[in-house]
């Protein structure tokens, strides 16, 4: 059981490059999440999914855009990178949006922008 | 505005206990998380406080008071492992996580 799988984890981009980040889950939960933590500060909710062909903006959505066509599948992206963008970025599922959400998070993707 | 405060850091030796305070300020109050994130790794999920009180599961216990808007997690006999970033989120009520900024625990032998 593999759980929350991101893919590439460590990625160098030059400024104005575009580049897709990959969040796979085998657990079959509603819920994903893409987040970014950065040095000093709180996890930021980038962008998340309830459920199959659905989207919604969190926090800190600008420059970043989101899809999830596929249930066990949410992708991340970036469609000109700049260097603000370099960050650490997780991805997380849960069963539901509740009260005892529990989130499984994936390893992290280090991103670094020049 | 929401906000979640905790210290940057703590250090604590082998075998002792250390307590680790969040304090909370949200739009209405869903529940309180603790995460543990070894550095580089991925947060995983510690404890969940909705009511009030003490909730104990092992060397780690997660009390909250709603009313003062204030939680801590207390854990005991400290092992060398436990030296990790330990993270307190809030859930507001739209159930949405504020998150803080996390507490490194350092722990000396």
């Known amino acids: 059981n593999a759980g929350v799988t991101q893919t590439p984890k460590f990625r160098v981009l030059k400024t104005g490059q575009s580049m897709t980040l990959l969040c796979a889950q085998d657990?079959?939960?509603?819920?994903m999440y893409w987040y970014r933590q950065d040095p000093g500060m709180g996890l930021r909710l980038i962008h998340y999914s309830v459920g199959e062909g659905t989207t919604a903006k969190g926090e800190v959505p600008d420059g970043y855009n989101v899809s999830r066509l596929k249930k066990q599948n949410f992708l991340l992206g970036l469609e000109s990178a700049a260097p603000s963008q370099t960050s650490v970025y997780f991805c997380?599922?849960?069963?539901?949006?509740?009260?005892?959400?529990?989130?499984?998070f994936g390893a992290g993707s280090r991103l670094t922008v020049l | 505005g929401q906000n979640i405060d905790q210290p940057t850091e703590m250090t604590a030796t082998e075998g002792a206990i250390v307590q680790i305070n969040c304090t909370y300020q949200t739009s209405g109050f869903n529940g309180l998380f603790w995460y543990q994130q070894h550095a580089g790794e991925a947060p995983t999920f510690l404890s969940y406080n909705v009511l009030d009180g003490l909730e104990e599961k092992g060397r780690f216990s997660s009390f909250l008071s709603r009313s003062k808007g204030y939680s801590y997690l207390l854990l005991k006999e400290l092992q060398m492992k436990d030296s990790a970033s330990y993270l307190c989120a809030a859930m507001d009520s739209n159930y949405q996580l504020i998150w803080g900024a996390g507490t490194k625990l350092i722990i000396k032998p």
């Open positions: 657990m079959n939960h509603e819920y």
């Open positions: 997380a599922s849960s069963s539901d949006g509740s009260g005892a959400n529990v989130l499984t």
